[in-house]
């Protein structure tokens, strides 16, 4: 496991770009922990995104697990199966998805939860 300042610090200052899905799962789920809203929002389709995005103040995340990869560095569509684990206001809980990705004009973007 990569330091922040390694894995996603660069990707959240916009001196880097995801190079795969998952990579850009990570960063996502950092910017979550961390508050980071607009690299939540830039980081996310245009043809899904919301006009805003509101976090919940008193969640923290805990830890992220990846659990299945589909797509690479060199498809343009990826899925990531992840669980993330959090608390708030004392009781934990974990959420576990399977997000769809999608890169348009060389850059990764969340694009959707694909529903079993």
């Known amino acids: 496991m990569l330091p922040y300042s390694e894995c996603c610090e660069p990707l959240h200052r916009g001196t880097a770009i995801a190079p795969t899905a998952a990579r850009l799962m990570r960063s996502r789920y950092s910017a979550f922990a961390l508050g980071e809203v607009d690299y ?30 589909t797509g690479g560095m060199l498809d ?37 939860e694909v529903k079993p």
């Open 76 to 112: 343009d569509h990826a899925t990531v199966e992840f669980i993330a684990r959090y608390s708030n206001e004392g009781a934990r809980g974990e959420q576990h998805e399977i997000s769809s990705f999608v890169r348009e004009a060389g850059r990764w973007y969340y694009l959707a």
């Open 40 to 69: 939540l929002l830039s980081t996310w389709s245009p043809r899904t995104r919301p006009a805003e995005l509101e976090l919940y103040p008193d969640q923290r995340w805990l830890g992220l697990e990846i659990l299945r990869v």
